[in-house]
């Protein structure tokens, strides 16, 4: 040391990110700790995880649209005809035929001027809503809204405040309070935007959209619904909430994915003209991403055509839902307030729902545990998500082992 030097306070740890391992061994103790699940062959329903063959009811391939003959026809071509990737973002030299082709479909599918097709429905979010709403406005949020929702809010300036979890009457008075009393300068509200999913993700409910539209009217608030478990899954013919409620023209902006029922990768926000242009503009994961590669734009515009054509898929897919809820209902289960295919299990701890999780994967079911901080601690659960391609005797099977396993562990009566 030079003499005269002021002494340096001694480091903590002289492991680069030493912190990060102590977090992780936190999570380990209190149960929480999840490790990747990694398979090595797959079909829609049956996959091979740690080398056991397993029914899959982890999956969000609500249809079991990812080895539709259509779809996999459809990529093969684009990718003979365009080659594998854009090479590009879309502003750039990215945007080709078949993603202005699938953007096209999508807004003639949802019956509104424009869409846009963003890398992800998680980046749809996180690109739309600081766009959509700055400072001078103000964001109403469900209690319960996804994560995407929650980051793309923190990404905005715009100030926000959160409803309980569907309630109407809540957001009723924090409209009727923001348009009396405006931003704290005094000034009021550029606009208003109230955020909702359609379908909540953990809990398989909808959300009361003609109550929100019906509150957002009277206070002159736009309505944004993040449509990523009813794409595919609700409406005719899958055209998501805003359809199942007949709401068509009374919504701003209406977020999808590709991911999920389309069985593809990527989302897309359909809305206004104007919204599509701005959004190529200033929607910075659409500006600073690499374009679909063609074979994926290609795989959701057939499958688009798919549901148009198809509409056995969505009834096979309800049909098997009811079958399989009332099936874990009798066996003396908790299934929340699922409205959808997705339907929750609910246990409370989350050492017991990791440990269910674990003894139904060696009885041949996969079904994922969900944990803090997904769901509130005391929320823990088993999240099942039933498919239009599973058979009778899966979803039986499925049930049987669910029974063993829950007598096993006391979940339910022997």
Not at 157 to 184: C, F, M, Q, S, W
Request: glycine share 8%; aromatic share 6%; with cysteine.
């Amino acid at each position: 040391m030079t003499t005269g030097s002021t002494p340096r306070a001694p480091r903590a740890s002289t492991a680069p990110l030493a912190h990060l391992a102590a977090e992780l061994d936190e999570l380990k103790a209190a149960h929480l700790y999840r490790p990747l699940r990694v398979m090595s062959t797959a079909n829609r329903t049956r996959v091979t995880v740690d080398g056991r063959d397993v029914i899959s009811l982890a999956s969000n391939n609500y249809l079991g649209l990812n080895t539709h003959p259509r779809l996999v026809e459809a990529a093969e071509a684009a990718n003979r005809a365009f080659g594998v990737g854009s090479g590009a973002v879309r502003t750039i030299s990215g945007t080709m035929t078949i993603h202005e082709e699938l953007e096209a479909a999508l807004a003639a599918f949802k019956h509104v001027e424009a869409a846009l097709v963003f890398q992800s429905g998680f980046t749809c979010n996180t690109g739309v809503i600081p766009v959509v709403a700055g400072e001078p406005d103000l964001i109403v949020s469900d209690q319960l809204n996804h994560a995407s929702i929650i980051d793309g809010m923190r990404l905005s300036k715009a100030p926000r405040v959160i409803y309980r979890h569907k309630d109407v009457e809540h957001l009723r008075e924090l409209l009727a309070t923001a348009r009396r009393e405006g931003r704290p300068d005094g000034e009021p509200y550029r606009s208003i935007l109230v955020v909702t999913d359609g379908v909540f993700s953990m809990d398989g409910d909808i959300a009361p959209l003609p109550g929100i539209v019906e509150a957002a009217e009277a206070f002159d608030a736009a309505v944004f619904v993040d449509d990523a478990h009813a794409s595919g899954v609700l409406g005719r013919n899958g055209r998501g909430t805003v359809d199942h409620f007949d709401l068509h023209g009374r919504i701003a902006i209406q977020v999808g994915t590709l991911s999920k029922a389309i069985g593809v990768l990527g989302g897309y926000v359909a809305g206004p003209l104007v919204l599509r242009d701005m959004l190529i503009q200033r929607g910075r994961p659409f500006l600073f991403s690499t374009s679909h590669p063609p074979a994926v734009a290609a795989a959701c515009l057939a499958a688009i055509r798919v549901l148009e054509e198809e509409p056995e898929l969505i009834e096979r897919l309800w049909s098997n839902t009811r079958r399989f809820k009332d099936g874990l209902r009798s066996l003396g289960f908790d299934t929340g307030v699922s409205e959808t295919p997705i339907t929750p299990v609910m246990v409370g701890d989350s050492a017991t729902a990791i440990r269910f999780a674990a003894r139904l994967l060696e009885e041949g079911v996969w079904a994922t545990s969900v944990v803090y901080p997904t769901v509130p601690l005391d929320g823990a659960r088993l999240r099942t998500i039933v498919t239009a391609a599973h058979s009778d005797d899966e979803l039986d099977a499925c049930l049987e082992a669910f029974g063993r396993v829950g007598r096993e562990l006391g979940l339910v009566a022997g």
